[in-house]
């Protein structure tokens, strides 16, 4: 089955950068679309990136301009770049995909949504 892998979270200073990493694990499958949430304490899930599977990208206000969405479709990847983090930017962040797979004797599976496990990230002096 088709797992999500996150990986890149952790402390940083304000000002600071990261890079989250999200690795759809398995092979014979495609990303369709994708998007990355954070939760923060006594907060709703957030959606702060996402794309289509036409490739369109979609940011909050809140991270505009700070946060970057790309893939990597050679390694089946999703990545969101954090720039000049903020205290406010502390949650934990999800990775969410919709995922088309293949069996080993090539039947396509139907598309599934996927979750990662989610990664800290904390921004703090």
């Known amino acids: 089955q088709v797992q999500l892998m996150e990986s890149g979270g952790g402390l940083v200073q304000p000002g600071g950068s990261l890079r989250l990493s999200c690795v759809a694990s398995?092979?014979?499958?495609?990303?369709?679309?994708a998007g990355w949430y954070r939760q923060g304490p006594g907060r709703e899930r957030e959606l702060v990136a996402s794309f289509t599977i036409d490739g369109m990208t979609n940011y909050a206000d809140s991270v505009k301009g700070r946060f970057t969405i790309s893939r990597d479709t050679t390694k089946n990847t999703v990545y969101l770049q954090m720039n000049s983090l903020k205290p406010e930017d502390t949650a934990v962040y999800y990775c969410?995909?919709?995922?088309?797979?293949?069996?080993?004797?090539?039947?396509?599976?139907?598309?599934?949504?996927?979750w990662g496990q989610g990664t800290q990230v904390t921004v703090s002096s």
């Open positions: 398995g092979s014979r499958l495609r990303i369709n679309a």
């Open positions: 969410n995909a919709d995922i088309n797979s293949w069996r080993f004797d090539g039947t396509p599976v139907a598309g599934k949504d996927y």
